[in-house]
Nanobody
């Protein structure tokens, strides 16, 4: 069984910063694509950023220039550095991983971490 566990959420003021982490554990061969998605109250879950195993990145327009996704393959961990936070960034942030296991590729989601941006 593969698990993704997020950490680093919390309360930040507008203009502030937070760093989210997502650590994978369990039995698997490797992790292909990793990403962060978010879901605000009353809205559908949407893309924030993704990163390939080769560190190619993709961002939602709303976070370009403010958020940076990265990964440490040796630690099977992805990060999301969030700067210049806005109240509209308030959401539950979910980590995603495309994991190669002995049963094939698995789409794995974390349990989510709440980010609140408010003064």
């Amino acid at each position: 069984q593969v698990q993704l566990v997020e950490s680093g959420g919390g309360l930040a003021q507008p203009g502030g910063s937070l760093r989210l982490s997502c650590a994978a554990s369990g039995s698997f061969f490797s992790i292909d694509r990793m990403g962060w998605y978010r879901q605000a109250p009353g809205k559908v879950r949407g893309l924030v950023a993704t990163i390939s195993s080769g560190s190619f990145t993709n961002y939602a327009d709303s976070v370009k220039g403010r958020f940076t996704i990265s990964r440490d393959n040796a630690k099977n961990t992805a990060y999301l550095q969030m700067n210049s936070l806005k109240p509209e960034d308030t959401a539950v942030y979910f980590c995603y991983g495309r994991v190669a296991s002995n049963t094939g590729f698995l789409d794995v989601w974390g349990q989510g971490t709440l980010v609140t941006v408010s003064s």
